[in-house]
């Protein structure tokens, strides 16, 4: 547990714990507070403490410990649930992950909980320990702060993935292989998989932005229309880098193709300037000059210059042949 506490004063405290003697009058007196549960070990103490001290629903303390699922918003009136989820990439972008991150929104105070990291959470609350003015404005708009470090979370990784792509893009026509299209296979279920979380993140934020809610104030329902705007522009990001993808991935397969078209031609080249020396050799190796035919008088020196000529002539001939037809 972490806390920043702003009192009526405006002075700031950060605890690590809540101090003694603590009940919901004094939660209610501050001017700010936010508390932040992280790597939490039993949930019955999680679950107690939110019970006791803010009175929350037991769904949406069920939702927060228990469940995972995409993200929403609930309006309990007094206070809003809001599930939202962050997301942290490998430098390789081998793996990524979306750590889920619970938020307990009321009119002065703000509760967020998440077994993993969050990344965008540690930076807010670095923030406002480094500059106060970013809890002048309200629990809400603590809550627009964090969902904004999230969707730059989102457009880092994006960018990065379009740029892992454009780099195996250039690799194609120099080194194409089967490798290469696992990696933009795995690239495009990681890119399926940020859509899949983008499209509800997107409406939670828009109901934020839209909807009336007691513990939202109407100046900072412009705040969350401009963090919506950024989804929308990062959605249609990723619509683009999954087109980019996707014209990738058949590059890839084009370009093998052609590959695999020059190989067999040049073969089929090979196995066709050979064929008339098979048959030559294969009918002059039969025993022809041991029978009373007119070729037993080509016996001898004669008779092997002659079809030596005829190996040589006939599939230099051929080959000239076939670089006039501009078949290779």
């Avoid at 949406?60 to 809001?82: G, M, Q, R």
């Avoid at 990291?117 to 702060?145: F, I, K």
């Avoid at 960018?159 to 299209?181: C, K, W």
């Avoid at 089929?268 to 020396?277: A, K, N, Q, S, V």
């Amino acid at each position: 547990m972490r806390i920043l506490y702003v009192d009526a004063a405006g002075q700031l405290q950060i605890l690590t714990e809540m101090p003694p003697g603590w009940d919901k009058a004094n939660l209610k007196s501050a001017e700010l507070l936010w508390i932040d549960l992280n790597h939490v070990e039993s949930k019955e103490i999680t679950e107690q403490f939110l019970t006791q001290q803010f009175g929350f629903h037991p769904l949406a303390i069920d939702d927060a410990l228990n469940e995972t699922h995409l993200p929403k918003v609930d309006d309990w009136e007094t206070y809003l649930y809001i599930a939202l989820q962050d997301i942290a990439a490998e430098a390789n972008l081998h793996t990524i992950t979306l750590p889920e991150l619970d938020l307990f929104l009321g009119k002065q105070y703000l509760v967020t909980y998440h077994m993993d990291e969050v990344t965008a959470v540690d930076r807010v609350w670095q923030l406002c320990q480094r500059h106060q003015r970013w809890l002048q404005h309200g629990a809400d708009h603590l809550v627009y702060r964090i969902i904004d470090e999230i969707v730059n979370n989102y457009t880092a990784v994006t960018e990065q993935l379009e740029a892992q792509i454009v780099q195996l893009e250039g690799q194609i026509f120099t080194h194409p292989s089967a490798d290469l299209l696992e990696r933009l296979a795995h690239y495009k279920r990681l890119v399926l998989h940020i859509r899949r979380t983008l499209v509800p993140q997107r409406e939670v934020v828009n109901k934020l932005a839209r909807d009336t809610f007691l513990v939202i104030g109407e100046k900072d329902q412009v705040y969350f229309r401009d963090v919506y705007d950024h989804m929308v522009r990062l959605y249609n990001q990723s619509d683009s880098v999954r087109d980019l993808l996707t014209g990738t991935m058949e590059l890839n397969l084009s370009v093998m193709n052609n590959r695999m078209n020059d190989v067999m031609k040049t073969l089929t080249i090979i196995t066709t300037l050979f064929m008339p020396l098979t048959f030559i050799t294969g009918f002059f190796g039969m025993n022809f000059f041991q029978a009373t035919l007119p070729l037993r008088a080509w016996t001898g020196t004669g008779m092997l210059a002659f079809t030596l000529a005829g190996m040589i002539l006939l599939p230099l001939s051929m080959f000239y042949w076939m670089r006039r037809r501009a078949w290779m």
